[in-house]
């Protein structure tokens, strides 16, 4: 059966193009083998090692949201594929959405190491701010960023997000210890 493409994106200038669709269960199986990986938690902040079967699990630790604004919500969760034929290279979601202040928080992994690296997670979390603005309506897109990840502070700066604050101790890691957090925000400039 042929996945329907929910979202494109493609860079112009290189030709690099990805796709956002929504998952059937192996499809987030297969994320969650890609996760699995011990040096993800460092640049995550939280434990990977799900049992290959608890979707239920992996979709909850991908929708921890760490704002004050950010409300307990249904994450909208999309696999980034690179061909929808194709078993997806990482994912982005929104989470956190607060219907009141039109906020909700962003992230993105590509999990696939061949395809990391390569501005996939760029274009996928270039395409989710879009549509969270067009068709959500949405004002602001935050991001909680380890300091310690810088390669996901240059992409969300890239992005257009400014830092909002630093929070000191706000995230504890998996080893019980707390790590420092960058509060990152876009807002809103599309005319609708």
């Known amino acids: 059966m042929k996945k329907k493409?929910?979202?494109?994106?493609?860079?112009?200038?290189t030709g690099l193009k990805c796709?956002?669709?929504?998952?059937?269960?192996?499809?987030?199986?297969?994320l969650i083998e890609l996760a699995r990986d011990p040096s993800l938690i460092d640049l995550m902040g939280w434990n990977t090692s799900f049992a290959v079967n608890d979707t239920e699990k992996f979709i909850e630790g991908i929708?921890?949201?760490?704002?004050?604004y950010s409300r307990n919500s249904q994450p909208l969760l999309?696999?980034?594929?690179?061909n929808l034929e194709d078993l997806p290279i990482g994912y982005v979601v929104l989470k956190g959405l607060n219907r009141d202040l039109l906020t909700a928080e962003a992230g993105v992994a590509i999990l696939d190491k061949k395809y990391q690296k390569k501005g996939y997670g760029r274009?996928?979390?270039q395409r989710m701010i879009t549509y969270a603005f067009r068709e959500l309506h949405l004002k602001t897109i935050a991001?909680?960023?380890?300091?310690?990840?810088?390669?996901?502070i240059n992409l969300c700066?890239?992005?257009?997000?400014?830092?909002?604050?630093?929070?000191?101790?706000?995230?504890?890691?998996?080893d019980g210890?707390?790590?420092?957090?960058?509060?990152?925000?876009?807002?809103?400039?599309?005319k609708n």
Do not use: C, R
Request: hydrophobic share 50%.
């Open 78 to 82: 999309f696999g980034i594929y690179l």
């Open 157 to 174: 700066k890239k992005l257009g997000f400014i830092v909002k604050e630093t929070m000191y101790k706000s995230w504890t890691m998996p």
């Open 143 to 152: 991001a909680a960023i380890l300091v310690s990840n810088q390669q996901s």
């Open 19 to 30: 796709f956002l669709a929504s998952m059937e269960d192996s499809h987030i199986k297969h």
């Open 5 to 13: 493409a929910f979202l494109k994106q493609e860079h112009q200038a």
């Open 177 to 190: 210890s707390l790590a420092d957090m960058l509060w990152m925000e876009v807002n809103n400039k599309i």
């Open 123 to 125: 274009l996928a979390l």
């Open 63 to 68: 929708s921890n949201f760490a704002l004050p």
